[in-house]
Nanobody, 114 residues
């Protein structure tokens, strides 16, 4: 399974972006989510969704601002990011966890300017 992340860009504080993570060579199952990594920092969890049951989880730092959702027809997961802050600046990676394996996408850059 290959994951293609897209939707990053440059946005001002308070703006919005929607990231997409599309799967090719297979279909989503298990859990699909997003991590991010800012310069000089460790990669950190942002959000994920259970592909079968639809349960969602968020890091405290993004609760109330980010929403994760899935489109089964398109085999795509979205991360709607609202009220963006400078500390949200990072490379965002999508990840599929299924059958004990992790599959990572290539990352998409999000930059929030103040």
């Amino acid at each position: 399974v290959q994951l293609q992340a897209s939707g990053g860009g440059l946005v001002q504080v308070g703006g919005s972006l929607r990231l997409s993570c599309a799967a090719s060579g297979g279909t989503f199952s298990g859990t699909v989510g997003w991590f991010r990594q800012a310069p000089g920092k460790d990669r950190e969890f942002v959000s994920n969704i259970s592909w079968g049951g639809g349960s969602t989880y968020y890091a405290d730092s993004v609760k109330g601002r980010f929403t994760i959702s899935g489109d089964k027809a398109k085999n795509t997961v979205y991360l709607q990011m609202n009220n963006l802050k400078p500390e949200d600046t990072a490379v965002y990676y999508c990840i599929l966890t299924t059958r004990g394996r992790n599959y990572w996408g290539q990352g998409t850059q999000v930059t929030v300017s103040s």
